[in-house]
């Protein structure tokens, strides 16, 4: 199976600042990558899909960028709503695999 | 709009089989380029993809589940189903049905809000 490797695994930033996310595969996956944002009690949420295609009504503060094996998630400008935690998946090969998640904290 | 609703019981005891199903709403289950899946997540932990089901019925596991994992669908009830046996404590998760698209690239794009099952005797 292929491995997705997301760092930092946590982080603390304030309202305002540019968040980045680093998600790494264990073998090229094109650009079959896709990031979810994940709050609390709550189901994942699509953000981006296939490395960098925004998701309807996401909004344009996130972006993603990358192919093969190492990928990125970019909030440009992190607002009170962002504090969450992300996930990459790779949807390459079965069977279809996540990172470990991103927790965004507030400093 | 697309909903998706997970239903089930919330406590299995092992070894017995874990059943869930996932109603949808405002899109049919015989879509094509859709597969119909679900994924778990262990309290506090990653996400898991378990499966999916293709509306003909074809489907697809994780191989580290496939010998105890059955997913159908049911295209007059516009559902689809989950049945994983022989638990123990480790499929103790919240389960999540989700719509995959393949459409310019594959992606989860609506999900169930989830449900809880803890095993426990």
């Known amino acids: 199976a292929i491995q997705m490797t997301q760092s930092p695994s946590s982080l603390s930033a304030s309202v305002g600042d540019r968040v980045t996310i680093t998600c790494r595969a264990s073998q090229g996956i094109r650009n079959d990558l896709g990031w979810y944002q994940q709050k609390p009690g709550k189901a994942p949420k699509l953000l981006i899909y296939a490395t960098s295609n925004l998701q309807s009504g996401v909004p344009s503060r996130f972006s993603g960028s990358g192919s093969g094996t190492d990928f990125t998630l970019t909030i440009s400008s992190l607002q009170p709503e962002d504090f969450a935690t992300y996930f990459c998946q790779q949807d390459y090969d079965y069977p279809l695999t996540f990172g470990g998640g991103t927790k965004v904290e507030m400093k | 709009q697309v909903q998706l609703q997970e239903s089930g019981p919330g406590l299995v005891t092992p070894p017995e089989t874990l059943s869930l199903t996932c109603t949808v709403s405002g899109v049919s289950v015989s879509s094509e380029r859709t597969y119909w899946t679900w994924i778990r997540q262990p309290p506090g932990k990653g996400l898991e993809w378990i499966g999916y089901v293709y509306y003909s019925g074809g489907t697809k596991y994780n191989p580290s589940l496939k010998s105890r994992v059955t997913i159908s669908v049911d295209t007059s009830k516009n559902q689809f189903s989950l049945k994983l046996n022989s638990v123990t404590g480790a499929d103790t998760a919240v389960y999540y049905c989700?719509?995959?698209?393949?459409?310019?690239?594959?992606?989860?794009?609506?999900w169930g809000q989830g449900t809880l099952v803890t095993v426990s005797s």
């Open positions: 989700a719509r995959r698209i393949a459409a310019t690239g594959e992606r989860f794009d609506y």
